[in-house]
Structures are given as structure tokens and as C-alpha cells.
């Protein structure tokens, strides 16, 4: 008998869904633009997202080769779910929405480079669903003509750790403001703050 719970595939779904709209968000937001290669961040969030890929690719390369594919399949949808949707989509705003032309252009390839990343790592896992999003993503980073109609994301190399896009200054300070963050929700909660409020503020 081997224990499987039907509930996991409804939470599967809801990644797949959460996969998607994270795509939207990414392509709705880099429309008319295109890059090619790997980026050069301006900001912080850009560099701690990019630290934490290749902390993503070097797990998953260690789990694969120990045949762990649970352990595998548990840090692509920690880095997918936590990493790149409930933070980096949300710290990548500002600067969207900022008036620096070069942190824009930066932040706007550095979405399209951790989503096809992204993408080709999660492949082996969920091939339709990657492929489906890579076939728009492609386009915007040279991958693939409009229309070129012949390419796939699985002749594409499997993503590799990249030493020279670790950024452990950067990955520590977005750390420590995510958990400033997460402290001051719970503090919010717990008071009954309503979420809508703005209150002051002090940092020691």
C-alpha cells in the first residue's frame, strides 16, 4: 500500500495556479520588452532572488543525484511558492513603479530570467504546464523567435548553480527585512490592527 493523499493534488493545483498568475504578473509587466543573457541587478531584491536560485539549483542537483526527488520537488515549490511569489513579485514593485529607468529595465529581466529559470527546473515535474508559460516567456529573452513554432523548453539545458550570481551581503539584508516584516504582521494580528491602517513606525 503506498499513502497518498488526495488532498495533495488540490494543493498541487493550487500551485500550478499560482505558477500561472505569477506568469501573468511577469509578462504584464515586461510587455514591449525584451533582454538576453543574465542579468545585471541594480537592487537588492534583485540580487537576494537571484542568491536564492542558485541555492535552489544546488539543492535540487544534490537531491537528484541521491535519487531524493520528494526532497527535490519540496525546495522547487518552497523557492516557486515562498521566494519568487510571496516575496520577490511584491518587493520588485517599487522599482517597477519607480522613476529609475536602469532598476526598471533590471527588475524586469530579472522576473524574466528566475521565471524561465524557474520554469526549466520545475519541466521534468509538470511538462505541460512549463511548457505552455516558457512558449511566452522564450520570446522575450532570445530564446526563441515569435515564430518559431518548433521550440520546446525540454531540449533546453537543465539550469546549473552559478557561483557569480551569490550575493550573500544582499541575501542577508532582504532577510532580515522580510523577518521585520513578518514580525510587524504578527504584531498587526495580534493587536487587531486592521491591515488597511497606517501606523507610525521606529527602528532602533
Not at 520588485?92 to 530570467?113: E, M, N, V
Not at 520570446?139 to 523567435?145: C, E, I, M, N, S
Not at 532577510?175 to 501606523?199: D, Y
Request: charged share 20%.
Amino acid at each position: 500500500d503506498i499513502k497518498f493523499d488526495l488532498a495533495r493534488c488540490e494543493g498541487y493545483k493550487n500551485f500550478c495556479n499560482k505558477l500561472w498568475n505569477a506568469a501573468r504578473f511577469v509578462l504584464m509587466n515586461t510587455e514591449g520588452f525584451s533582454a538576453s543573457g543574465v542579468p545585471t541587478p541594480t537592487t537588492d531584491a534583485e540580487r537576494w532572488i537571484l542568491d536564492r536560485l542558485q541555492l535552489l539549483l544546488r539543492e535540487v542537483e544534490t537531491q537528484f543525484a541521491a535519487y531524493r526527488f520528494d526532497l527535490a520537488s519540496q525546495a522547487m515549490y518552497e523557492f516557486v511558492w515562498n521566494e519568487v511569489c510571496d516575496w520577490f513579485l511584491e518587493l520588485a514593485k517599487p522599482a517597477l513603479q519607480g522613476g529609475d529607468a536602469a532598476a526598471i529595465a533590471s527588475t524586469r529581466h530579472t522576473l524574466l530570467f528566475v521565471l524561465e529559470q524557474s520554469l526549466r527546473v520545475l519541466h521534468p515535474l509538470i511538462p505541460f504546464v512549463t511548457e505552455e508559460i516558457w512558449s511566452h516567456v522564450a520570446p522575450k529573452l532570445g530564446l526563441t523567435g515569435n515564430a518559431d513554432t518548433t521550440a520546446s523548453i525540454s531540449v533546453q539545458a537543465y539550469p546549473t548553480f552559478n557561483a557569480a550570481l551569490t550575493d550573500a551581503r544582499a541575501a542577508a539584508d532582504i532577510e532580515w527585512l522580510k523577518a521585520a516584516i513578518t514580525a510587524l504582521r504578527s504584531v498587526r494580528s495580534q493587536l487587531g490592527v486592521p491591515p488597511g491602517k497606517a501606523v507610525p513606525l521606529l527602528i532602533a
